[in-house]
C-alpha cells in the first residue's frame, strides 16, 4: 500500500528556514508527480509546489523564489526547502501523490513561524 510520511516540521523564527521531508513506499517513486499542500487553521488546504518525473517545479504565487522543491529518486523522498519564512507560512504540510484515481496523503508536519 501507498505511504507517505513526512518529517522536518517545527517552529521557526520569521526569516528562517526549514527543510521537509517526505518519504514515500509501495509506489515507482521515479514517475510519479508529488506534491506538497498545506493547510493553515480556518482555511482550505492549497498546493504548494510540486515537482513531475522528471524534475520540472511548479510553485504558488506566494512560495516563489523562497521555496524549493527537490526528490531523490534513489531514497524515494521528496524535499520543500523553505527559506525566509513569514509567519503566514504557519500551516500543516502534506505530502500528496495521485496514483490513477486515488489521492494519498501523509499525515503532515507542522510548521510554526512565530517571534
Known amino acids: 500500500q501507498v505511504q507517505l510520511v513526512e518529517s522536518g516540521g517545527g517552529l521557526v523564527q520569521p526569516g528562517g528556514s526549514l527543510r521537509l521531508s517526505c518519504a514515500a513506499s509501495g509506489i515507482i517513486f521515479s514517475i510519479r508527480t508529488m506534491r506538497w499542500y498545506r493547510q493553515a487553521p480556518g482555511k482550505q488546504r492549497e498546493l504548494v509546489a510540486n515537482i513531475g518525473p522528471g524534475g520540472s517545479t511548479v510553485y504558488a504565487d506566494p512560495v516563489k523564489g523562497r521555496f524549493t522543491v527537490s526528490k531523490d529518486n534513489a531514497k524515494n523522498t521528496v524535499y520543500l526547502q523553505m527559506n525566509s519564512l513569514k509567519p503566514e507560512d504557519t500551516a500543516t504540510y502534506y505530502c500528496?501523490?495521485?496514483?490513477?484515481?486515488?489521492?494519498?496523503w501523509g499525515k503532515g508536519t507542522l510548521v510554526t513561524v512565530s517571534s
Open positions: 500528496n501523490v495521485k496514483v490513477l484515481s486515488n489521492d494519498y
